[in-house]
């Protein structure tokens, strides 16, 4: 995917994604962590989540992604409903760049394949 590419289809992501929150500006690359995070989850949002409880969904939003690229494994939920993922191989890319560019192009296969095309309800809220 050339740059220009991925920038395009990065805004149309974080678009989706803002006009689904009724929010007024876009959401960044941790938000829409977060937010899968959420979605995977799988339950319904009651009250706020602690800055552990955040930053636990936003790696259950990345072991969700990187699991499509074989580098996790779904294992089950614990007896909270949480989901764990088991490490498979190590993730190699080096450097904030580029670790976040990969990102956003799991992150734009993921809308793409369950929300965006398929007009999948996506509900983080």
């Known amino acids: 995917m050339e740059e220009w590419q991925l920038e395009f289809e990065w805004l149309?992501?974080?678009d989706f994604v803002r006009e689904k929150l009724s929010r007024t500006t876009l959401p960044d690359l941790n938000i829409i962590l977060l937010l899968i995070g959420i979605q995977e989850l799988g339950k319904p949002v009651t009250g706020k989540f602690t800055k552990e409880e955040k930053r636990d969904l936003m790696h259950i939003g990345c072991?969700?992604?990187l699991s499509e690229e074989g580098y996790y494994e779904y294992e089950g939920q614990d007896h909270d409903g949480w989901p764990h993922y088991k490490a498979l191989r190590?993730?190699?890319l080096s450097g904030a760049s580029e670790q976040e560019t990969y990102l956003k192009k799991l992150i734009i296969h993921y809308f793409n394949k369950y929300y965006i095309h398929d007009q999948t309800e996506?509900?983080?809220s």
Do not use: G, K, N
């Open 90 to 92: 190590p993730f190699t």
């Open 122 to 124: 996506f509900s983080a």
């Open 63 to 65: 072991c969700r992604l």
């Open 12 to 14: 149309r992501v974080r």
